[in-house]
């Protein structure tokens, strides 16, 4: 059995989620088949996406025992932009930029803000779905 084309599911599935704007025209450009590379850029994403939210839920409540612990303060003018973004923009907002950004960046601003809400799963997984399937989309015009 030949795992040469598993490992190289799994490459693409991981440039995704690295960089996820710049991996379909690389996999365009490379010459697989665009179903494929729409196939492997949204997997890739929300298997990614998916698998931080334990991380970046770990990773915020440690911070924040840190803060407390060094009595550091809760609001600083840092924070009350990002929350001001978040009450003006939303999770759909969250989404949006989660695809250009990136989903390590999708996924921190997600779960920090909107990890409580049942929407924020399915929105964010839907939203990266549409980014991967309009990117693709795009390099294939781009790549024929």
């Given at each position: ?38 196939a ?15 991380i970046?839920?770990w ?38 930029l ?11 601003l ?35």
């Open positions: 059995m030949d795992a040469a084309p598993i490992f190289e599911a799994l490459g693409w599935m991981v440039l995704s989620f690295v960089k996820f704007i710049i991996m379909p025209s690389s996999a365009m450009a490379a010459g697989l088949d665009p179903w494929w590379v729409f492997y850029s949204a997997s890739g994403a929300v298997l990614g996406f998916l698998m931080m939210q334990p970046i839920r990773l915020f409540d440690w911070r924040s025992q840190v803060r407390r612990r060094k009595g550091k303060l809760s609001f600083t003018p840092a924070r009350r932009r990002i929350v001001r973004v978040k009450q003006h923009f939303g999770v759909f907002g969250i989404a949006f989660g695809g250009l950004l990136g989903v390590p960046v999708g996924a921190l997600a779960f920090k803000y909107f990890g409580n809400r049942r929407a924020t799963l399915p929105i964010m997984v839907g939203a990266y779905i549409a980014w991967s399937g309009l990117l693709t989309a795009l390099s294939a015009l781009a790549f024929t």
